[in-house]
T-cell receptor, first 112, second 112 residues
Framework: ETGVTQTPRHLVMGMTNKKSLKCEQH?????MYWYKQSAKKPLELMFV???????ENNSVPSRFSPECPNSSHLFLHLHTLQPEDSALYLC???????????FGQGTRLTVV | KNQVEQSPQSLIILEGKNCTLQ??????????LRWYKQDTGRGPVSLTI?????NTKSNGRYTATLDADTKQSSLHITASQLSDSASYIC???????????FGTGTRLKVLA
């Protein structure tokens, strides 16, 4: 266990659904991240939060909406997704932007 | 262009054998290089991190090397075990943009 917990582990949703992914860490880290991992492609950084403030949005479509209510929790709200959004979504945290990131187990998302 | 390329894409070896995974990068300016192990359906876990001045670093049966002149790194696994079956991801950090560039990984399968 890395100390970063993601729920749910698996999610199947229709294109008209709204769902949320949750990430939680109690490592005292100040930076949190959302990554997307598709088959045979490198990990793609989606969003970065540092001290609860979004510091990076790597051209992610607006159907993905992150929320960071405090330094321990990070959400990814999903709505009107497309089948090509099916992937493993990984959350990570680090003490700060310069130190090692610890990853959660990921949420396997399937859009039907 | 900042890129990280890993080879081979996949590898099958027998239990007890050694193997070496390669990572070539064009990321500049270079900050550090990490090797992660990712079990199927789980998040990546850090194995080693190497900075510009480090040539070799070991973590148990895993030994990483770095040649900053040729921009190459390798991960050597000694006396492989079934539990080594996973994807191994090379990640290079750009010290100018602070961004992490991920390779596509090498999928290793160790057979009994």
């Amino acid at each position: 266990e890395t100390g970063v917990t993601q729920t749910p582990r698996h999610l199947v949703m229709g294109m008209t659904n709204k769902k949320s992914l949750k990430c939680e860490q109690h490592l005292g880290h100040n930076a949190m991240y959302w990554y997307k991992q598709s088959a045979k492609k490198p990990l793609e950084l989606m969003f970065v939060y540092n001290f609860k403030e979004q510091t990076e949005n790597n051209s992610v479509p607006s159907r993905f909406s992150p929320e960071c209510p405090n330094s321990s929790h990070l959400f990814l709200h999903l709505h009107t997704l497309q089948p090509e959004d099916s992937a493993l979504y990984l959350c990570a945290s680090s003490r700060d932007r310069d130190t090692e990131a610890f990853f959660g187990q990921g949420t396997r998302l399937t859009v039907v | 262009k900042n890129q990280v390329e890993q080879s081979p894409q996949s590898l099958i070896i027998l239990e007890g054998k050694n193997c070496t995974l390669q990572c070539n990068y064009t990321v500049s300016p270079f900050s550090n290089l990490r090797w992660y192990k990712q079990d199927t359906g789980r998040g990546p876990v850090s194995l080693t991190i190497m900075t510009f001045s480090e040539n070799t670093k070991s973590n148990g049966r895993y030994t990483a090397t770095l040649d900053a002149d040729t921009k190459q790194s390798s991960l050597h696994i000694t006396a492989s075990q079934l539990s080594d079956s996973a994807s191994y991801i090379c990640v290079v950090r750009n010290s100018g943009t602070y961004k992490y560039i991920f390779g596509t990984g090498t999928r290793l399968k160790v057979l009994a």
